[in-house]
Nanobody, 126 residues
């Protein structure tokens, strides 16, 4: 299993931006569909964004579409989540995930993915 480590979380004011990173080790991330999920206190983990093996195809949850951008640099074994126009409701722990699946234009859920990072906290103040 690939090991994933996220970074880049922090405290930001509403309207601000953050960029999260997720570095993989133990395997090449180019073999995986990669995703970002988030989990707020007392809520279920929810899908945020997913990128295909090459990164040419992406899909976003409606709640972040147009504000967040997922990208990947397979040469660096790293994926990113650029988050702009942040809102207080974006406050959550953010997790990257790797799945040995085929990219499809559909909603994703946690069981689609095999490997998870430990998470990085994002807090958006109003």
């Amino acid at each position: 299993q690939v090991k994933l480590v996220e970074s880049g979380g922090g405290l930001v004011q509403a309207g601000g931006s953050l960029r999260l990173s997720c570095v993989g080790s133990g395997d090449s991330l180019s073999a995986y569909v990669m995703g970002w999920f988030r989990q707020a206190p007392s809520k279920e983990r929810e899908y945020v964004a997913v990128a295909s093996w090459s990164g040419d195809n992406t899909r976003y949850a409606d709640s972040v579409n147009g504000r967040f951008t997922i990208s990947r640099d397979n040469a660096k074994n790293t994926i990113y989540l650029q988050m702009n126009s942040l809102k207080p409701e974006d406050t959550a722990a953010y997790y990257c995930a790797a799945g040995r699946i085929y990219f499809q234009s559909r909603e994703y859920s946690a069981p689609d993915f095999d490997s998870w990072g430990q998470g990085t906290q994002v807090i958006v103040s109003s």
